[in-house]
């Protein structure tokens, strides 16, 4: 099975409420990715999960939270939307020694 | 730093024509893997070509492209556009196992 799954597809926030996506995996992958995707842009990479190390791009450390309670499963935690969180967030997984990443459907949120 | 190019933002062809969507790169490493991402609409990107050596065409659901380090180039080619092929390309460069440096990415749209 390589498949990534992503929970909900579909979410819908108020402003300044919090958002938590859900990601799985059973690839047995030691890395985890989000993504931030916007029409017409390339995906963004907020942050990913080497194992239990966290890395968080410089930009958005502050905006975007995670956890991996264990290699199987990631969360993305957003603890007050903005309208700019409006987006597709992707979640991705990778192998060390293949480097192709498994991309999951996504989760399309709306900050309204 | 890394950079990835897609100079065309937007490529229109008929079916039946060729596709050459360019991708140019920037890296200081030598051992840099490129990618060739493919997104469907409404589905995740998923891997279509990738390549670490210089001058091997790697081919891939009728979609090919050579890695030339002379000039720091992935072109993605087929012979045949399909109906089936619209969707957006993204050219990728990763010279480690957690990141993927994406091009802006390419609309490709195949008329009847």
């Known amino acids: 099975d390589t498949t990534v799954k992503q929970n909900p597809r579909y979410k819908l926030a108020r402003v300044g409420k919090p958002v938590n996506l859900i990601c799985s995996q059973t690839?047995?992958?030691?890395?985890m990715y989000w993504y931030q995707k916007k029409p017409n842009q390339a995906p963004k990479l907020l942050l990913f999960y080497y194992d239990k190390i966290l890395n968080r791009e410089a930009d958005t450390f502050e905006k975007f939270q995670s956890s991996r309670p264990n290699n199987s499963f990631c969360s993305l935690y957003i603890g007050s939307a903005g309208l700019e969180y409006s987006a597709m967030y992707l979640c991705a997984s990778s192998r060390e020694d293949t480097l192709e990443q498994y991309f999951g459907p996504g989760t399309r949120l709306t900050v309204l | 730093g890394d950079s990835v190019t897609q100079k065309e933002g937007l490529v229109t062809l008929t079916e039946g024509l060729p596709v050459m969507l360019n991708c140019t790169y920037q890296?200081?490493?030598?051992?840099?893997?490129l990618f060739w991402y493919v997104h469907y609409l409404n589905e995740s990107p998923r891997l279509l070509l990738k390549?670490?050596?210089d001058n091997k065409r790697t081919e891939h659901q009728g979609f090919h492209a050579t890695l030339h380090k002379s000039s720091s180039s992935f072109h993605l080619q087929k012979s045949s556009a399909q109906l089936s092929d619209s969707a957006l390309y993204y050219c990728a460069l990763s010279e480690s196992n957690y990141q993927l440096i994406w091009g802006s990415g390419t609309k490709l749209i195949i008329k009847p």
């Open positions: 890296t200081i490493y030598s051992n840099a893997f």
């Open positions: 690839m047995n992958h030691d890395t």
């Open positions: 390549s670490s050596t």
